[in-house]
């Protein structure tokens, strides 16, 4: 009788018993399973994973190029050299080649992945340590598109529409072009390992997904860590009434990424020129309501998009607002993110109704040089930043200095701050709610009520 070998068993070799150390022993069931449940109702004899087991698992959730990669990747991995890749690749994978590659994916460390990396992103005639930066940008995009698949059909969208948001592959082009931006300098033959661990060290998505493809492509269901979230719960948006926002699942990935808060906290459409029109007075309102972080995207005439975070929520006053956490970015034509400088305080502006000073909406820079700026006079903004916004750091944002606005969005991305109560309890209201008379009294006297008009008065619970 044949004794099948298992998987902490003696004939494992001291790597793979190395890589299994780093799960729980409750985790070790669905490691081993793995393997069995590929192997399935395979031919009798068969001790070894095909590509067509691989592509059987994985179709529906990944591109068939991506799920090539992965098995090439597997079938280089060396079980006696710690992992590294075999000077030759086998024909099939082995269960310990396969343990290693789990071990690697889901516990591993940057230099651990770094090998994996170069092998999924060279093709299948290309050997050796280093990897040219174009190859890397072609395994990013399968590799992002595979997880936008996979957020899909495994249910992981958030109560996000993709049916009404953005064009998921030109998403999936500008996220991967971003994250190869972060790559050193290489030499002739491409970025090697050393340079790849260093880039996957700083870039924490490329673990992540990698991390969350393997998780959920082949089952393995491990308690202590559950797969990484990679979007934020979408809330209180009229998806019925929307034709198409300006954000795609990529870019969303990315953006949620930057915030304090994660993909932790909801997002909520509060403004969209879609829904409430050109009007100045409603996107400020947007914007005040919640006093929680907003997110604000615009696209101009020319289709660029580009945007700011607030950190914190904004007022209409005449003088400069916010925190070094509030930042400046870019969608299209490239994705970028630029962070506070330090080099001055001008995070955010908000001003309607003044006669003396600017009214409308800025981020970074100065009064008449934003680094973004929207007029209250809605439909024109400017981006001057000669050669960058002292703020932020960035370049100009639109396309043209001085643009037209295309269409505008705010979401609400935060939890806002917890309403201060009365003495009696109850939340506290505005003046302008919580007594008329006072409300009466300053238009008698010529006051100017800067906040009427941009907010709604609170409903009483």
Not at 126 to 142: I, W
């Amino acid at each position: 009788m044949e004794t099948k070998r298992g998987i902490m068993g003696n004939a494992e070799s001291v790597v793979v018993k190395k890589r299994l150390a780093r799960f729980r022993p409750g985790e070790l069931p669905a490691v081993e399973g793995v393997f069995h449940r590929l192997l399935g109702a395979s031919a009798a004899g068969e001790t070894a994973l095909t590509l067509a087991m691989l592509q059987s698992s994985m179709g529906s959730v990944a591109p068939d190029s991506m799920v090539r990669r992965l098995y090439r990747c597997m079938c280089r991995i060396d079980p006696a050299a710690a992992g590294e890749a075999a000077a030759a690749a086998s024909s099939a994978v082995s269960r310990e080649q396969l343990v290693i590659f789990l071990a690697d994916v889901l516990r591993g460390t940057a230099e651990e992945r770094a090998p994996l990396v170069v092998a999924m992103s060279q093709r299948g005639d290309e050997a050796g340590a280093s990897v040219p930066r174009e190859r890397l940008a072609e395994f990013l995009q399968d590799l992002i598109s595979a997880v936008v698949q996979t957020l899909v059909h495994r249910g992981h969208l958030q109560a996000w529409q993709p049916e009404k948001m953005g064009d998921q592959s030109r998403g999936v082009e500008l996220l991967a072009e971003q994250i190869c931006s972060e790559l050193g300098p290489s030499d002739q033959a491409g970025h090697d390992v050393s340079s790849v661990e260093d880039w996957i060290f700083r870039m924490s998505q490329v673990s992540s997904y990698l991390e969350m493809l393997v998780a959920e492509g082949l089952d393995v269901s491990l308690g202590g860590r559950p797969a990484p979230r990679l979007l934020p719960p979408c809330k209180e948006t009229p998806w019925r009434d929307l034709t198409r926002v300006l954000l795609d699942v990529p870019t969303l990935m990315f953006l949620a990424a930057q915030l304090p808060d994660g993909c932790s906290a909801p997002w909520r459409l509060v403004f969209s020129t879609q829904l409430h029109g050109e009007s100045f007075a409603r996107m400020a309102s947007g914007l005040t309501k919640g006093g929680g972080p907003t997110l604000l995207l615009v696209r101009d005439a020319g289709g660029h998009v580009f945007g700011a975070f607030a950190s914190r929520g904004w007022e209409v006053k005449p003088q400069f607002q916010g925190d070094w956490r509030c930042f400046l970015f870019t969608v299209s034509p490239r994705l970028r993110v630029y962070k506070a400088t330090g080099n001055n305080e001008h995070y955010k502006y908000l001003n309607h109704g003044q006669q003396t000073m600017p009214n409308g909406l800025g981020m970074g820079g100065q009064h008449g040089y934003f680094g973004l700026w929207l007029d209250s006079d809605f439909g024109r903004g400017h981006s001057r930043a000669r050669p960058k916004c002292t703020t932020y750091g960035s370049p100009r944002l639109s396309g043209e200095e001085d643009f037209s606005v295309d269409s505008v969005e705010v979401w609400a991305v935060g939890r806002p701050p917890a309403p201060e109560e009365d003495e009696d309890g109850g939340c506290r209201k505005s003046v302008l709610d919580a007594d008329l008379e006072v409300q009466a009294m300053m238009e008698m006297t010529g006051k100017t009520l800067h906040s009427q008009g941009l907010r709604e008065p609170e409903e009483d619970q």
